[in-house]
């Protein structure tokens, strides 16, 4: 059973936008926190975004400024709004839901992930 499905990537250029849209059952999105994870080839998969039930985000170092994460709790649904892609930005981009607090993020459920992919 699906719960958790990533849209929105493909191919773009360097400096360009995109919008990746994450939806979850209701079940799932409700009183969770959901996050942006990243994973580039050869690399380990990376927390880039979180925002939690009440709408509080945060940030990796490397995203802050270009992407920007919201919620829409009436369609069930994260987005993330990606500008200024970088080449390094390249990844498969997957959405978990989960509980956060003191500073970590801890994910239940995942989705099957998105390519984005950037080029030079």
């Known amino acids: 059973q699906v719960q958790l499905v990533e849209s929105g990537g493909g191919l773009v250029q360097a400096g360009g936008s995109l919008r990746l849209s994450c939806a979850a059952s209701?079940?799932?999105?409700?009183?969770?926190?959901i996050g942006w994870y990243r994973q580039a080839p050869g690399k380990q998969r990376e927390l880039v975004a979180i925002?939690?039930?009440?709408?509080?985000?945060s940030y990796h170092d490397s995203v802050k400024g270009r992407l920007t994460i919201s919620r829409d709790n009436a369609q069930n649904t994260v987005y993330l709004q990606m500008n200024s892609l970088k080449v390094e930005d390249t990844a498969v981009y997957y959405c978990?839901?989960?509980?956060?607090?003191?500073?970590?993020?801890?994910?239940?459920?995942w989705g099957q992930g998105t390519q984005v992919t950037v080029s030079s």
């Open positions: 925002i939690t039930n009440g709408g509080r985000t």
């Open positions: 978990a839901a989960g509980v956060s607090g003191l500073g970590s993020f801890r994910p239940s459920y």
């Open positions: 209701r079940s799932i999105f409700s009183n969770r926190a």
